[in-house]
């Protein structure tokens, strides 16, 4: 609560107040107050709290503001304090509730009215409240930390709705703002009714500007069968994937049209998924995302945009992946460093990152999808095309590194269909269409639902390295085979175990309790790649 220290000032009580706000720190928020005390002395506008350049600069920001807003601010001594005061608080989302907290402190606002009121949004020299990133997981912290209002920028009104548990008003600028906090109940109900309608009106607005694109479906990728099934397989139990092919084969479309075979997102999926695009500014829809991320970087991406970076760190490329799909066109064409920052990540599911501003851990769960072309000019193994060298070969895919490699599931080659094929637009096989490989997908996602029921593990692709024996049993005729093929390949124990894992996968598709020689074959046989180096 608000307590006055007792002193006026020509004729008027000054006071300390503060009010509750939220900040961003890499994916996750945390509860700040702005505390503010208005008294006697040198008149001065001071914000302390360890904080970055653009709150800093939000004193001349705020002070213009409430001018244009029509408040009149004493010739006093202003101090702003943003606590706690050991976190570092970057961004623009204090800018309103510490003209907010001035205007209570100078008693224009009831101060109780703050108690249980979470307050963030930016402000412009016109008064108005803009919008700004991490809602969703602010109005989330607020939620946790037993707030009953949350008072945002209107357009960010529907994605704070998105948290529940909490009434959410937006609004347009600082004097909307006020009246707001000053209104009782009822009328506070009706504005924040009057505000979701304007804010809908925004949002439908803004989505007729956009493009509706056309879903990629594997029914139109023609011929591949043995490359749609190593995708249906990938899908099944997540495992990532290896596409080598020549220019135009279909590796680029093929890829695309994975995440039409993925499962649909939970409840709490979507909600982890959007906070996280909230926080790093890009949650473009006022509404949870429906569908499963698909990220598919330039080959000249930056170590910093595929990790994150920053001080305190903004999700890179493989944190936007998370749960979906992270794919990398064009493969052997990234930097070798670059490619080996996804060790971790793909092993894991999580990355570390440690900065100046403290140590990270951000989730990367992502299944990974690579495509590559066999050669510099893409034509080998065709010698009568390919005039690549052997060594140039080995040079240009070596730059995907062993330990990377080592890493992938499936590894598939993308063969040219023939010409014949492409025409045969009459004769469409129903089983390689979406619609049916997603079935088959979710089939084999149930029993392995069932199958590991209680355990922390879901899916065939995560199991661990010390349980991987326990649910890819294996009989006596089988393990012999494995064994056998182990000794003539030199297979590594990770390579064992990836093996196992995708044999389970294709036993789940089939339906199959038991792993048998034909589900370690096909593993195999999508594990070897003469085409890869080594």
Known sequence: MAVSHGETVTGKAYMYCHIHTGGLRGLESYPAQVEVDVSRGLPCFDMVGLLASEVKEARERIR?????????????????????????????AFDLPVALGIMAALGMIPQERLASVLVAGELGLDARVKPIRGTLPIVMGAVRAGMKECLLPLENMQEGLLAGEIAVMGVADLAEAMQYLCSDEKSRREQRNRAAEAAERLSAHEKKEQKQEQEADFSMVRGMEEAKYAAMAAAAGFHNMLLIGPPGAGKTM???????????????EQREISAIYSAA??????????????????????????????????????????KGVLFLDEMAEFKRSTLDILRQPVEEGKIFLAKSGGNFVYPADFMLVGATNPCPCGHYPDRNRCRCSTGEIHRYLSRISGPLLDRIDINCVARPVPMAALWETEQKDAKWESAAMRERVLAARERQRRRYAGEDVDLNGRIRAGEVMKYCRLGMKEQQFLEKVMETAQFSTRACHKILRVARTFADLEEAEEIGCSHLSQALYYRQNEILPG
């Open 281 to 322: 500014g890009k949650l473009e829809q006022e509404k949870l995302l429906q569908k499963r991320p698909f990220v598919a970087p330039h080959h000249t991406v930056s170590p910093y945009a595929l990790a994150g970076g920053g001080q305190v760190p903004r999700p890179g490329m493989v944190t936007l992946a998370h």
């Open 64 to 92: 213009v503001a409430l001018r244009n807003a029509g408040i009149t601010v004493p010739a006093e001594k202003i101090t702003v304090n943003i606590s706690p005061a050991g976190i570092h608080k970057a961004g623009t």
């Open 254 to 268: 093929l890829a695309k049209c994975i995440p039409t075979i993925l499962p649909p997102l939970t409840a709490e």
